[in-house]
């Protein structure tokens, strides 16, 4: 069974200091990994798509490094604006599910 | 207009309702999904729809059924509502065959309370 672990639950940064966040993963073949960010009350937004180890992605102050286990995403000196949680997602290469992690609370204060 | 439209946005129903949520998407995707979400538990998959003709169960179906009306149309129901079916509801689209690369747009969402 497929299954994603997001780590840490809860992250609170001060503006300026950067960090990552954790999503490790177990995939019976990885057709790609999936980054979202979720605003209260809002759909997930779809950030980056992942296909393979040692890839990269950027946008802004996001980073997405994919390892052949987990996930990284990197903010760089966030900004209030980069509060939300965000959301790790998994599809394998057989089949139509689409695992989510438990997702990451990132809250960015002044 | 949302790519991706959910009615309604919250709804409080009571036990032993019926109730039916509605999506409609105008991504013209073939691939419609609906997800529900719990704190802490991420997205779970209740149903999911390839085309009009093509319904196949997720992970946690017991409880809802769906009916996919047209390419455009996806609705989720649920028979005799329960207190544990109080979620965040999101209907998904994605784009089917080799494409997707952008990944599942989402509706904004139905909160669903049942008391």
């Known amino acids: 069974e497929d299954q994603v672990t997001q780590s840490p639950e809860a992250l609170r940064l001060q503006e300026g200091e950067s960090s990552s966040l954790n999503c490790s993963y177990t995939v019976s073949g990885l057709r790609g990994l999936f980054w979202y960010r979720q605003d209260p009350g809002k759909g997930p937004e779809f950030l980056f798509t992942?296909?393979?180890a040692g890839e990269e992605k950027e946008k802004e102050r996001l980073k997405a490094t994919l390892t052949k286990k987990e996930s990284f995403l990197h903010i760089t000196a966030p900004k209030p604006e980069d509060s939300a949680t965000y959301l790790c997602?998994?599809?394998?290469?057989?089949?139509?599910?689409?695992?989510f992690g438990g997702g990451t609370r990132v809250l960015v204060k002044p | 207009d949302a790519d991706v439209t959910q009615t309604p946005r919250n709804r409080i129903t009571k036990t032993g309702k019926r109730i039916m949520l509605e999506c409609s998407q105008t991504?013209?995707?073939?691939?419609m999904y609906w997800y529900r979400q719990d704190p802490g538990l991420g997205l779970r998959l209740i149903y999911y729809?390839?085309?009009?003709?093509?319904?196949n169960k997720g992970e946690i179906s017991d409880g809802y059924s769906v009916s996919r009306q047209a390419q455009a149309k996806f609705s989720l129901s649920l028979e005799s509502a329960i207190p544990n079916q109080t979620a965040l509801y999101f209907c998904?689209?994605?784009?089917?065959?080799?494409?997707?690369?952008?990944?599942?747009?989402f509706g904004s969402g139905t909160r669903l309370t049942v008391v």
């Open positions: 991504k013209g995707h073939d691939r």
């Open positions: 997602a998994v599809a394998p290469a057989a089949g139509n599910k689409l695992t």
């Open positions: 992942l296909y393979s």
């Open positions: 729809s390839f085309d009009v003709k093509d319904i």
């Open positions: 998904a689209t994605r784009e089917g065959g080799t494409g997707g690369a952008e990944g599942y747009t």
